[in-house]
């Protein structure tokens, strides 16, 4: 679908790869943004219309999907990283790593997705990360909640194909943004992805693979788990 004309509502606004798709939104002519965030006082942009939403609260996401019953496209772009790791973590801030990464989309899903069927069909964008397929000590709770938002992503993709709707996932490496910004290692400018994600919305793609990592890391996905994890290790220095 056009992006230009469109209604979008982006999740995780105020800051990051939300705010660069608001941006990139705003630049390709969408006609009404919904920039939704926890704290809605720091997206401090023209033009959009700001909404309170924490994904992980069942109450503000009805609330959203009846305040934007206008939507067409929905960017699941909201997510935490807390570096916890699955065998040793602290196994509540696993559950809430889990309840904003996987159930967060899922909820937002559910709920938008019947909005999107009475308007035509429309879109919904997930972004995940190129750890959905691989995974290191400290990132065990990331990178399973973003395995599960693939397998929503592909399983969304499935159910609601029957009412038009597309379904993109979005897989990336590190993204220049507040969540690395102490580490040193390559990194995507967050308007690049935004455009590359909104790119894929247009020309009806399912997958959106946004940088190099992401690209080397699915070449892997076919090797046996010892061989893939001993390139992976190997490209990361460690």
């Keep these: 679908m056009d992006v230009k004309g469109a209604v979008v509502l982006v999740t995780g606004a105020n800051r990051g790869i939300g705010a660069a798709f608001v941006e990139q939104l705003r630049n390709r002519g969408a006609a009404k943004i919904y920039a939704a965030a926890r704290d809605v006082d720091a997206v401090d942009v023209d033009g959009v219309h700001r909404l309170q939403l924490d994904i992980t609260s069942a109450s503000q996401i009805e609330a959203a999907a009846a305040a934007a019953g206008d939507v067409q496209v929905l960017i699941n772009n909201a997510g935490i990283s807390t ?126 693979l946004g940088d190099d990592w992401a690209k080397f890391v699915k070449s892997g996905l076919t090797l046996d788990p010892k061989t893939r994890y001993e390139q992976i290790l190997a490209a990361l220095g460690a």
């Design 83 to 208: 570096g916890t790791a699955l065998v040793t973590g602290d196994e509540a801030t696993i559950r809430r790593e889990m309840d904003t990464n996987s159930y967060g989309p899922l909820r937002m899903i559910r709920a938008f997705a019947p909005v999107l069927g009475s308007n035509g069909g429309g879109a919904i964008l997930n972004v995940i990360s190129a750890l959905s397929w691989f995974t290191l000590p400290t990132a065990g709770a990331y990178a399973a909640s973003k395995a599960a938002a693939w397998a929503l992503t592909d399983s969304a993709r499935l159910e609601l194909a029957p009412q038009g709707t597309q379904v993109v996932a979005v897989h990336m490496g590190m993204v220049d943004t507040d969540m690395v910004s102490g580490i040193e290692a390559p990194k995507v400018a967050p308007s690049d992805l935004a455009s590359a994600a909104l790119d894929a919305i247009e020309t009806g793609a399912d997958e959106v």
